[in-house]
């Protein structure tokens, strides 16, 4: 219980500093914005409660925009996206694969399941936060455009991260 908690900690303040001191630095022409941070919430375990799951989402999100000035861009994505993750673990697989003791990850759920896992939740938490950014819909398909490319940046950076720091079984 412990390790579990030291490593989510680890997990939490890491993701954050690469966010705020790297990544939010990073503006590929305007339209990709990659958010690596949302891997904390990616990888909590299954077991989380829900309201743990979205009180730690309004921290990790309320971290993020106090150290980037965006006024609760973050917190409300961040939010959302962990008010989704019950709906889409459910949506993508059966109760029964989610065991005690597994992970949320691509070394124990495989690839398939952790990139649609990942692209679904990333889309959700990219959508809402982008389009509050522009708070209009005048430019709908501009925004729509950042949210796709923004979406498969950090897909493509949660994915490389997972194989950065893949343990292999013996």
Known sequence: MNNLLFKNALRFFILVIIQIFLL?????????????YVLFILLLPF???RWLLLILAFA??????IFSG????HTAASVLM???RPGVLKMIATKAQYESGVKPGIQDMGFPWFFSYAGLLIFIHH??????EVFRFSEFFITFFRIILSSIV???LVILSQYLFLKIKK
């Open 24 to 36: 939010n630095q990073i503006r590929l022409g305007g339209y990709i914005n990659p958010y690596l």
């Open 47 to 49: 077991e989380t409660p």
């Open 60 to 65: 990790l999100g309320l971290t993020i925009d």
């Open 70 to 73: 965006t006024m609760g861009m």
């Open 82 to 84: 962990a008010f989704a």
């Open 127 to 132: 959508f809402l936060l982008f389009y509050i």
């Open 154 to 156: 950090t897909l493509a």
